[in-house]
């Protein structure tokens, strides 16, 4: 497996063991990168505007200051700084003021945009503008951006800049510009379709991250200690697409979705534990008496010397069944319109 972290300006690479590999290398120390996009993508300015292109092996299309990023019936993930996701809607387009990691701004000229934020560093700064406002964060927020009706805070906290007033809006609050910029409350339950696919897309890169970050700590040693104290972009092979790993500790996305750092990924594999099933002859004999089995309490499952072993059998008299996964929940009404885009980690994608 390889994993490539966004960094300055120098290659690393170093191999551990026969099967597995940790590198790092210079895909860009900018924000603005284009990791996923559905549909009708253009990036450019005026008559140089072109379609985003599948690119594949960890390239990325990526937004140069000045250029402006629009879709039609489309929609397009955007990078900004480590931890701070951009997510397009449909027949929007956002212009990229700055794309310097230090001074990131973007603006929102048409259309909606959701912005995630898991995380901030002190050194970084992300200022998103729509109209006269300008939003930044400094800690976790889930912030909607509409150019005609407002700024809507689903959780956490941002702090808005309008007509010379500075402003904090937290969870369950909004600023309307059809009222002149007025605070009111809304339902922050009360999604629509960009943040519904929003939420998908944070739950793949959230996947992402458990299997870089245990690759990671692996790489640096068993506790994950040696690993460079900073969050950053890395990419997965194993996915095709970009995650974020934390510096250290672990960060919560708004959705709920948790993002591990190597010194602290294996609190996902402890909470997942399955404990080995007892073996008796007369309930769930399918391991008693077969020596070659073993159980594997790293993985949770039984083991032969060559493969997983297959599903233990239960005795026709037992009416008991083996626990059943957990069924998927239930998002609610409004899910169905838009769950058959294609899906994918990274730019290559093209479903609409």
Do not use: C
Not at 51 to 58: P, T
Not at 93 to 116: F, P
């Amino acid at each position: 497996m390889r994993i490539t972290k966004i960094v300055a300006s120098v290659t690393l690479a170093a191999a551990f063991g026969a099967v597995t590999a940790w590198s790092q290398s210079v895909i860009s120390a900018k924000a603005g990168v284009v990791h996923y996009f559905e549909g009708e993508v253009t990036v450019g300015t005026g008559a140089a505007a072109a379609k985003v292109e599948a690119k594949f092996g960890g390239r990325y299309t990526e937004l140069k200051d000045g250029q402006e990023l629009a879709t039609g019936e489309g929609r397009a993930e955007v990078l900004l700084n480590p931890g701070v996701f951009l997510r397009v809607g449909e027949n929007s387009t956002i212009k990229m003021i700055s794309s310097r990691l230090s001074d990131t701004r973007v603006e929102l000229t048409r259309g909606i945009a959701l912005v995630e934020v898991a995380e901030v560093s002190k050194d970084n700064s992300v200022t998103m503008l729509v109209k006269d406002t300008a939003i930044t964060f400094s800690k976790m927020a889930l912030v909607r951006m509409d150019v005609d009706t407002g700024i809507r805070v689903y959780k956490g906290e941002a702090q808005v800049m309008a007509g010379g007033t500075p402003q904090i809006l937290k969870d369950g609050r909004e600023m309307q510009f059809a009222a002149g910029a007025v605070i009111a409350k809304f339902d922050p339950k009360a999604g629509d379709s960009l943040y519904r696919w929003a939420g998908r897309r944070a739950e793949y890169l959230a996947m992402a991250n458990i299997a870089s970050a245990q690759m990671a700590r692996k790489s640096y040693g068993s506790t994950g200690y040696g690993y460079p104290g900073n969050g950053g972009w890395y990419y997965n092979s194993y996915y095709g697409m970009m995650t974020y790993l934390p510096g250290n500790g672990m960060y919560r996305s708004p959705f709920g979705f948790i993002y591990y750092s190597p010194n602290r990924v294996d609190r996902y594999y402890q909470s997942y534990q399955q404990a080995p099933p007892s073996v008796n002859s007369g309930f769930g004999g399918g391991a008693s008496g077969n020596s070659s089995r073993s159980w594997n309490s790293n993985n949770g499952y039984y083991e032969t010397s060559s493969r997983s072993a297959g599903p233990v059998s239960v005795s026709s008299g037992n009416t008991g069944s083996a626990p059943a996964a957990a069924a998927p929940v239930d998002n609610g009404a409004g899910r169905g319109a838009d769950v058959g885009t294609s899906r994918g980690g990274g730019s290559g994608s093209s479903g609409k």
